[in-house]
């Protein structure tokens, strides 16, 4: 999840079985942005594979797109392109397709077969001009260092190297095609962010600018004390199950109504980390609780109920505003959150709906208590964090790419969230501390310069590649598909 634009979907999952290796020849980032780019901290998993059917789809997509002077294409296969030196088959188009064509469906969108067509070749041909490029332009990457990361692909699916070439054989893989499309990787990914990110340009204006409008918007926020009585609902619960927890949280509601005290229902009832206090949270800013309940509670007046059940994907909610206060604070006092995650990367071998299906999986084990979020984080997270039990570190605002932050920052402590999907793939997340922690100003502008590089990596990285696409040749070819 560090903020670097990720490689193709069908690349992915050999550089996340490569913990560590393809590391830092970017330069240093903090220790949780490190481990949200590196092979396997996060989602993915309902049922975990074995650790050979995970070597072989490696595999497979190691070699889907070995360099051109080693690729042969199939009997009854065709060129759909060729990009400088390399060449895009149409087997390899029909296979995007239908893997686009599967998250169109799941989004509830049905684009036409031409829009998809012209999608899945314009995305194999973005990565060709970044693949061919890199090799000409790219930092070297050394033999003992390819050893190293193949040999990490080895120890992240449990297999000796023996046992990774007698699995590649078995499919027909050549390890020499394997090694040479894990170099490409490295170099293509090596050379984005090289490029990329010597392209951004954060002035002191800009941050000065930042800093100021962050101060102000702080200044309209609430502080708020809710208090909750939470009755869990597990995810995928039948009927019979949501209906009797609704009915107990709607018992509890009517004895608050009926005059109990909110505190003694909350100790008796809730199954919140906060039922000893009586259900409070405590006293926060607006932006660091969950809309849900922001939204839930802001057209109460201090010390009233809200009179109806809050439905959330944690199950049901008795809430009372205890205290609202006008938004105070400095933009130099932050929360950093300690988190960790298991990273699932779709690839052509793992669809998007699949991985979701794994994850959830995940989260009902750990719930059940048949396995701790660490054990599954080791065994199946696709990035450096694995190691360390999806462990990403104490973080501030802005360390994680947006979707992953938004989804993090709306969990309670100790909450496991549903799958989320990023950039980087698809994540369950648990959020374990929350701290405040005040930075001096030279940590202020440091963290708003991060904060802005980001917002303008997508331009960044768009004006990129239409400037290597310009310089690249490429010829598409007319196919029957």
């Known amino acids: 999840m560090r903020k670097l634009q990720p490689l193709a979907a069908a690349t992915l999952?050999?550089?996340?079985?490569?913990?560590?290796?393809?590391?830092?020849?970017?330069g240093g980032t903090s220790a949780a942005a490190k481990a949200a780019a590196r092979p396997a901290s996060g989602p993915v998993a309902a049922s975990a594979p074995a650790p050979e059917a995970s070597a072989v789809e490696a595999a497979r997509t190691a070699v889907a797109r070995p360099p051109v002077e080693q690729r042969t294409l199939k009997p009854g296969d065709y060129i759909a392109a060729v990009v400088n030196s390399d060449i895009v088959a149409a087997s390899e188009v029909i296979q995007r397709q239908e893997r686009m064509k599967e998250e169109a469906r799941r989004r509830n969108e049905n684009p036409t077969n031409e829009l998809i067509h012209k999608q899945a070749l314009d995305s194999l041909i973005d990565e060709r001009v970044v693949t061919t490029y890199a090799r000409e332009n790219g930092p070297r990457v050394d033999e003992p260092e390819l050893d190293r990361v193949v040999a990490n692909v080895a120890t992240q699916n449990k297999l000796t190297m023996d046992e990774l070439r007698k699995r590649l054989a078995a499919e027909g893989i050549d390890f020499k095609r394997f090694r040479e499309n894990l170099r490409d990787q490295m170099l293509s990914e090596r050379v984005r962010e090289r490029e990329v990110q010597g392209r951004i340009r954060v002035t002191d204006g800009d941050i000065d600018k930042y800093l100021d409008e962050r101060q102000a918007a702080l200044q309209d926020r609430a502080q708020l004390n809710i208090a909750q009585v939470l009755v869990p609902v597990p995810e995928g619960a039948p009927a019979s199950v949501v209906e009797e927890r609704r009915a107990k949280a709607e018992a509890a509601l009517q004895?608050?109504?009926n005059g109990e005290s909110f505190a003694k229902v909350a100790q008796e009832v809730s199954e919140d980390a906060n039922k000893s206090k009586g259900g409070e949270i405590g006293l926060r800013s607006s932006d660091k609780l969950p809309d849900v309940?922001?939204?839930?509670v802001r057209d109460l007046k201090s010390g009233e109920l809200r009179p109806t059940l809050l439905r959330s994907a944690a199950g049901f909610h008795v809430l009372k505003l205890v205290e609202r206060q006008a938004g105070k604070g400095s933009i130099n006092t932050i929360v950093q959150t300690h988190a960790r995650h298991i990273l699932l990367r779709p690839s052509e071998q793992l669809s998007p709906d699949q991985a979701a299906r794994r994850l959830a999986e995940f989260k009902r084990a750990i719930e059940s208590g048949r396995a701790t979020f660490e054990q599954l984080a080791r065994a199946n997270s696709e990035d450096g964090s694995a190691q360390d039990g999806g462990d990403l570190g104490w973080v501030g605002p802005g360390s994680f790419v947006p979707e992953f932050e938004e989804a993090m920052n709306q969990l309670p402590l100790n909450g496991i969230s549903n799958p989320v999907a990023s950039r980087f793939g698809l994540h369950l997340i648990q959020v374990l501390e929350r701290r405040d922690v005040v930075l001096d100003n030279k940590q202020?502008?440091?963290?708003a310069r991060a904060a802005l590089r980001e917002r303008k990596y997508e331009d960044a990285y768009s004006d990129w590649m239409k400037e290597l696409r310009a310089r690249a040749f490429i010829e598409t070819r007319e196919w029957l598909d």
Do not use: E, N, P
């Not at 999952?13 to 970017?26: C, K, N, P, T």
């Not at 202020?444 to 963290?447: E, G, H, T, V």
């Open 293 to 296: 309940f922001v939204d839930a």
């Open 444 to 447: 202020l502008r440091d963290q």
């Open 13 to 26: 999952l050999v550089l996340a079985a490569s913990a560590g290796s393809l590391a830092w020849a970017q």
């Open 255 to 257: 004895r608050i109504k």
